[in-house]
């Protein structure tokens, strides 16, 4: 038998301050269920006739495949939607994009560049509306890392994350507030040039301290992941910040995720996973790591026993279903 938050019915996930902590951690355990399932075999109803719009305006690998095979299993259907395929924001309002989109399909999925838009089309649509990412927050990446990590320590409360990069990304912003809301100890270990919005510091701080958890904001690496039982990282250079690919490389060399940052958590050989949202630079077999030598992360780690990167990018796909089936289940086919 399957449960999740009935409050959640109809509702959209724009980012992780959307939802309560115990809204939050409740899709993750439903996530969880819905990932035994699949893996016993049963692909049910629970979203019959259900269609989803999925508009992209970044390319996509675990976004994409994880968001149409995810409503597949339990019955239902997606349409991707290109910039090519749509007026949105061009020859057309996104507001009446929405409007348009919201009476044909039953919710929609967007990953693109602008809050702005996402918002836009959870206000106009009428349907619930999935953020799969833009520029400034990545929610459903995160509630995957959560489930990776209560997977693997088979808890999260009192967990300790160090994430190591770019500080000021869709992924940190989404992961300092999720950490703190499922109380997970979070460290940030970045430049000072690469320091998260004070803003979004704050409100995650508070959230922390309500949970008797820490967040910190450390320049040195060595010293950020000390104690650390999560080693995260993301790429350099984000999408649509190509222009900055140089100063970005020279100011994030001495995060890169090695052999030594792995000592330096104290955890070598206990209890210590590897995070990344993907997809990794790890090797030189791309033209950007050939050219310039940049790796966030070493093959040594990337592809060591601890690292749960291919178990969380499969995560994407239950914890998207865990939102579909939490907004709009067909609650007649249990």
């Not at 951690?25 to 075999?41: E, Q």
């Not at 030594?260 to 791309?286: K, M, Q, R, S």
Request: with cysteine; net charge negative.
């Amino acid at each position: 038998m399957l449960n999740w938050p009935p409050e959640l019915y109809g509702r959209s996930l724009l980012r992780i301050a959307d939802l309560t902590d115990t809204e939050m951690l409740d899709l993750i355990d439903l996530a969880v269920a819905l990932k035994a399932r699949r893996r016993a075999g049963v692909r049910g109803d629970l979203l019959k006739r259900r269609q989803v719009a999925l508009i992209f305006e970044k390319s996509s690998t675990r976004t994409r495949n994880s968001a149409a095979v995810a409503i597949r299993d339990e019955g239902g259907s997606t349409e991707y939607l290109t910039k090519n395929d749509i007026h949105l924001g061009v020859k057309e309002s996104v507001k009446d994009t929405a409007r348009v989109l919201g009476r044909i399909f039953d919710g929609i999925l967007f990953r693109g560049f602008s809050q702005e838009t996402v918002a836009a089309l959870a206000r106009y649509s009428g349907v619930p509306v999935w953020n799969g990412l833009t520029d400034l927050f990545h929610p459903t990446q995160i509630l995957a890392d959560l489930m990776t990590i209560q997977e693997a320590f088979g808890r999260l409360r009192g967990i300790k994350l160090a994430y190591v990069g770019d500080g000021r990304n869709n992924v940190a912003n989404s992961l300092m507030l999720g950490c703190a809301k499922a109380g997970v100890h979070y460290v940030n270990c970045t430049p000072p040039e690469l320091s998260p919005d004070p803003v979004l510091v704050k409100e995650a701080a508070e959230v922390a301290a309500r949970n008797g958890v820490t967040l910190e904001i450390v320049s040195d690496p060595r010293r950020g992941v000390a104690g650390a039982n999560v080693l995260y990282t993301d790429v350099w250079v984000s999408m649509g910040e190509e222009a900055k690919q140089e100063a970005r490389l020279r100011l994030l060399r001495p995060y890169q995720v090695n052999t030594e940052l792995v000592e330096a958590t104290g955890n070598a050989g206990g209890e210590l996973i590897f995070l990344h949202c993907l997809p990794a630079l790890h090797d030189h077999d791309t033209a950007i790591t050939a050219e310039s030598g940049a790796l966030e992360v070493t093959d040594e780690v990337f592809e060591a026993p601890f690292s749960k990167v291919f178990d969380e990018a499969e995560n994407r796909m239950h914890t998207i279903k865990a939102l579909y089936v939490s907004a709009m289940a067909d609650l007649s086919a249990l």
